[in-house]
């Protein structure tokens, strides 16, 4: 089982919960179940959270010192598109 973590408070319009709990009963799970599973969803990668969280990733490597130079990028594919060798 996943390590979870304390327990968290929010408010959330009233329609929603409806929603979440007629979901939660339907398919016989509780409202975390539902709002975590929706939650997974929004930060996986394809999802405007896991996007979001890509660039804040790339930010701190690049921040880090890691990544690449654009001019250096762009100046390798020059060589490569003028049929030289790249290094």
Do not use: F, N, Q
Request: aromatic share 4%; glycine share 10%; hydrophobic share 45%.
């Amino acid at each position: 089982m996943a390590d979870m973590s304390d327990p968290i408070t929010m408010r959330l319009p009233v329609e929603m919960l409806a929603d979440i709990e007629k979901i939660a009963e339907g398919s016989e799970r509780t409202r975390t179940w539902v709002i975590v599973r929706a939650l997974k969803y929004y930060l996986a990668h394809e999802a405007e959270g896991g996007i979001c969280l890509s660039v804040l990733r790339g930010r701190e490597e690049a921040a880090a010192g890691g990544g690449h130079d654009a001019d250096d990028v762009l100046a390798e594919l020059d060589e490569i598109i003028r049929g030289g060798k790249a290094a």
